[in-house]
Nanobody, 124 residues
Framework: QVQVVESGGGLVQVGGSLRLSCAASASNFSLHAVGWYRQAPGKQREFVAGVTSGGDTYYTDSVKGRFTISRDNAKNTVYLQMNSLKADDTAVYHC??????????????????WGQGTQVTVSS
């Protein structure tokens, strides 16, 4: 299974930006789709953005136009650039991988191991 480590979270004001990184361990990382997820206090974990092995990207509606997901296979890393942050974006952000493409990112049974996550706090 692919192991991941998230980083880049922090405290930022409304309207600010952060870039999260997801570093993965597997040598076949380039063959996996990678997704970012978030869990706010008292809420269920939700899918935020995903990128397939072929570079296709997907976003949940609430972040479209503000967040950009990208991958650097040479570095085994996926990034989430978050701009125009809102208080509602406050959450612990996790990344995960699936060998089954975008659809696999939406099915818990098709995901790999969860990392510790990185806290994003947007203050108003």
């Amino acid at each position: 299974q692919v192991q991941v480590v998230e980083s880049g979270g922090g405290l930022v004001q409304v309207g600010g930006s952060l870039r999260l990184s997801c570093a993965a361990s597997a040598s076949n990382f380039s063959l996996h789709a990678v997704g970012w997820y978030r869990q706010a206090p008292g809420k269920q974990r939700e899918f935020v953005a995903g990128v397939t092995s072929g570079g296709d990207t997907y976003y949940t509606d609430s972040v479209k136009g503000r967040f950009t997901i990208s991958r650097d296979n040479a570095k085994n890393t996926v990034y989430l650039q978050m701009n125009s942050l809102k208080a509602d974006d406050t959450a612990v952000y996790h990344c995960n991988t699936s060998p089954r493409g975008y659809v696999g990112l939406l099915v818990t049974a098709h995901l790999g191991s969860w990392g510790q996550g990185t806290q994003v706090t947007v203050s108003s």
